[in-house]
C-alpha cells in the first residue's frame, strides 16, 4: 500500500499551506495515520499524528500550535494544516499509516508510506 500526498509547493514565510494524504486502493480508516518530514541533510523526523477515531492528536513540539492534523474516514483522507510557516519548516514531508494505537512518533513503527510532497517557506 502506498499513500498519496499532494499539496505542497513554495509559500513565504507566516504563510499556510494544506497538505493531504489518500491511500487509493485501500481503506485505512482503522489506522492511525502520522506525518512526517525531512530536510536536506537530516534524518526523517514525526511531525504529527491522530488516532483512527480521530480523537487524539499529538504533535512535535516544534509545530504544536502552529500544524494541525485531522481524518475524514469517510473520504479515506488525512490533512495537516500548516500556518505561520517558517523557513525551517522547509522538507519533503510524508503521511504514514500504522496499525498501532496511541502516541506512535517512531518512523520504524509506522507501516505504509508515500513518496513525499516538497514543501518550500522562502521569500
Known amino acids: 500500500v502506498v499513500l498519496d500526498e499532494s499539496g505542497g509547493g513554495l509559500v513565504q514565510p507566516g504563510g499556510s499551506l494544506r497538505l493531504s494524504c489518500a491511500s487509493p486502493?485501500?481503506?485505512?480508516?482503522?489506522?492511525?495515520k502520522g506525518w512526517f518530514r525531512q530536510a536536506p541533510g537530516t534524518e526523517r523526523e514525526f511531525v504529527a499524528g491522530?488516532?483512527?477515531?480521530?480523537?487524539?492528536?499529538f504533535y512535535a513540539d516544534s509545530v504544536k500550535g502552529r500544524f494541525t492534523i485531522s481524518r475524514d474516514n469517510a473520504e479515506n483522507t488525512v490533512t495537516l494544516q500548516m500556518n505561520s510557516l517558517k523557513p525551517e519548516d522547509t522538507a519533503v514531508y510524508y503521511c504514514?499509516?500504522?496499525?498501532?494505537?496511541?502516541?506512535?512518533?517512531?518512523?520504524?513503527?509506522?507501516?505504509?508510506w508515500g513518496h513525499g510532497t516538497q514543501v518550500t517557506v522562502s521569500s
Open positions: 504514514a499509516a500504522t496499525k498501532r494505537a496511541g502516541w506512535v512518533s517512531r518512523e520504524i513503527d509506522y507501516d505504509y
Open positions: 486502493g485501500r481503506t485505512l480508516s482503522d489506522y492511525t
Open positions: 491522530i488516532s483512527w477515531t480521530g480523537s487524539s492528536t
